[in-house]
């Protein structure tokens, strides 16, 4: 059995220390093995012991996904990453130019200076792929245009009431995105990804919520798909949201996070050895749903005591006696100091339920989306501190809690991230 030596990435401080074997196709056996240095680094020198039987697909997603971390980048700091073989690089990379995916624009000085000569640099080329986004959430239906920077125009939105007749619900879904695509050149755009609250089968694109409502499951994608003869993939939104920060985000570098988004409900979105989790087709994400208080409330999902009853902005509306589920945002602008009581028992209540699930899924970092994300508001230090009281392993890891950085379009870039990333960095991509 050949042996297979792995070296630190030439200018970085990350180290891969084992003893261990490669078999030569696809295994990499390795025995004590340790990483230290950067851990952005480390994650993707671990990628190298799959390279000799990566098919050509394999390989054009690695430099896909490199460029998505680091570009813009040279084909030298490409195959430094990958292992792979400059021959190998050249060729897929004119492949990839060909098919208007990246592009070389200009030159890297770093590598200029380093190497004492020019490095050219590759980006995505801005129209490698352009998606339409539909975001759903409790109160409203968000439309918008992204391409492959992450960057949204929003083009239309709608309120809605799960009261309504679902036929009714569906029809003007399905008429709203109908005028968005009027709107735009459909030749212009690569994919639909829609984000919608509740439970959603992303294999099927079947939307399975609102089953307490007497509503029947509905093949979403497969109606907008043969609507428009367009690409269609559909998920959980706050699922799409952990995709965006891992495009788009903080997560951008990290193989492995959390998110939890904390709205008028709470979700969450786990990303796992540099994918998306899942758990089979609906179940993932349901960290709201993760029982707070044994004999709490009852929760319209069935069990009682969730977590949502006790933290989200619509419970600490109720806390507060407002009837908004934004009035707690603006009371802490104003200095309000039950407010700042309220979200800071909310934060607290997350800190305990967050120290169990990390017992079980250890992430180093968690990311906080939502109107309550902010910095300057208490929420974030208080999941810290419960968390780290809670949780030796926290605390001796210092997994480090952080609030997004992408907005109030969090829901569509992530509606967008989704129809992307399956397109591109799956290649599912047609012709």
Same mark, same amino acid.
């Given at each position: 059995m050949p042996q @297979?030596?792995?070296? +630190? %990435? *030439?200018?970085?401080?990350?180290?891969?220390?084992?003893?261990?074997?490669?078999?030569?196709? /696809?295994?990499?056996?390795?025995?004590?093995?340790?990483?230290?240095?950067?851990?952005?680094?480390?994650?993707?020198?671990?990628?190298?012991?799959?390279n000799i039987s990566r098919s050509k697909q394999t390989n054009k997603r690695?430099?896909?996904?490199?460029? @998505?971390?680091?570009? +813009? %980048? *040279?084909?030298?700091?490409?195959?430094?990453?990958?292992?792979?073989?400059?021959?190998?690089? /050249?060729?897929?990379?004119?492949?990839?130019?060909?098919?208007?995916?990246?592009?070389?624009?200009?030159?890297?000085?770093?590598?200029?200076?380093?190497?004492?000569?020019?490095?050219v640099a590759l980006a995505f080329h801005p129209q490698a792929c352009n998606a339409l986004a539909v975001h759903m959430n409790a109160r409203e239906v968000h439309f918008g245009l992204a391409g492959i920077n992450g960057t949204v125009r929003t083009l239309r939105r709608y309120e809605i009431s799960f009261d309504s007749n679902q036929s009714a619900f569906i029809e003007r879904l399905l008429a709203e995105t109908d005028a968005c695509i009027a709107e735009l050149r459909k030749d212009s755009l690569s994919a639909i990804g829609?984000?919608?609250?509740?439970?959603?089968?992303?294999?099927?694109?079947?939307?399975?919520?609102?089953?307490?409502?007497?509503?029947?499951?509905?093949p979403l994608a497969a109606l907008l798909a043969e609507r428009h003869g367009l690409p269609v993939y559909a998920d959980n939104n706050i699922r799409t949201m952990a995709l965006a920060e891992k495009m788009f985000g903080v997560g951008r570098t990290l193989t492995d996070f959390l998110l939890i988004y904390i709205g008028p409900g709470i979700g969450s979105g786990l990303v796992a050895g540099d994918r998306l989790y899942r758990g089979g087709s609906t179940g993932a994400g349901e960290f709201g749903h993760m029982t707070y208080h044994p004999e709490g409330p009852a929760c319209y999902c069935g069990n009682?005591?969730?977590?949502?009853?006790?933290?989200s902005l619509t419970a600490i509306a109720a806390e507060l006696q407002v009837s908004g589920v934004l009035d707690p945002l603006n009371l802490l602008k104003q200095g309000d100091r039950q407010a700042h009581e309220a979200v800071a028992r909310a934060g607290r209540r997350i800190g305990t339920?967050?120290?169990?699930y990390l017992?079980?899924?250890?992430?180093?970092?968690?990311?906080?989306?939502?109107?309550?994300?902010?910095?300057?508001?208490?929420l974030l230090e208080e999941i810290r501190r419960e968390l780290y009281d809670r949780s030796p392993l926290a605390k001796r890891e210092r997994v480090e809690i952080v609030g997004s950085e992408l907005g109030e379009n969090i829901g569509l870039v992530g509606a967008a991230a989704l129809a992307l990333w399956n397109e591109i960095f799956e290649h599912r991509r047609s012709g």
């Open positions: @297979l030596l792995l070296q +630190p %990435i *030439s200018g970085g401080g990350a180290k891969l220390e084992y003893a261990g074997q490669f078999d030569g196709q /696809s295994r990499l056996s390795v025995r004590g093995g340790r990483m230290t240095g950067r851990e952005e680094e480390a994650d993707l020198m671990v990628l190298m012991g799959h690695t430099i896909l996904r490199c460029l @998505l971390r680091y570009g +813009p %980048i *040279s084909r030298q700091r490409i195959a430094e990453i990958t292992s792979l073989t400059p021959a190998t690089i /050249s060729n897929l990379i004119s492949e990839l130019i060909e098919e208007n995916l990246i592009l070389e624009t200009g030159h890297l000085e770093e590598f200029r200076r380093r190497a004492g000569r020019k490095s829609v984000g919608l609250v509740g439970f959603v089968n992303f294999d099927t694109g079947t939307y399975l919520s609102r089953e307490h409502l007497g509503w029947k499951e509905v009682r005591g969730c977590l949502e009853r006790y933290a339920v967050l120290a169990s017992n079980m899924f250890h992430v180093p970092k968690v990311i906080v989306a939502g109107p309550l994300a902010g910095e300057s508001i208490p």
